[in-house]
């Protein structure tokens, strides 16, 4: 099976860096999904919520404000302002979930695309 190396660094340094089988990502024309060998790109990111799922099909939630993404065949870059994970198997799920709200809401981002946001966090929240 192909991987696809993926990278999410903020202003704090490196967050996520991973091969993973696929990462569906918030642009700003809509959520797209990345697989390993996809056409190059660059794109902005919205807010939203970026969804890793990994080698061992676990899945990782991230939520972020805004930033952008590099895409190339072997390798995904997303560089974003800030961002929380929301699932994954070392968050703190509730503590995760305000974080990620308030990071949200805080954005300079259309109120459509914050309430989707916070829909999914809330969405992902309760499956846990």
Do not use: W
């Not at 990462?23 to 959520?31: I, M, N």
């Not at 870059?77 to 800030?82: E, S």
């Not at 954005?107 to 809330?122: D, F, G, L, M």
């Amino acid at each position: 099976m192909k991987l696809l190396k993926l990278e999410i660094v903020t202003p704090d340094g490196v967050i996520f860096d991973a091969e993973v089988k696929q990462v569906t990502l918030p642009g700003s024309e809509g959520e797209f999904g990345v697989l390993p060998e996809h056409a190059t790109l660059v794109s902005l990111l919205d807010t939203g919520v970026i969804v890793i799922d990994q080698a061992d099909n676990s899945e990782v939630a991230v939520a972020i404000n805004s930033g952008y993404v590099k895409v190339d065949e072997e390798k995904t870059t997303c560089i974003v302002d800030g961002a929380v994970a929301i699932s994954g198997e070392d968050s703190d799920l509730a503590l995760a979930l305000e974080k990620a709200k308030a990071l949200l809401k805080s954005t300079e981002a259309s109120n459509t695309a914050i309430a989707s946001a916070v829909s999914r966090i809330e969405r992902i929240g309760k499956s846990f």
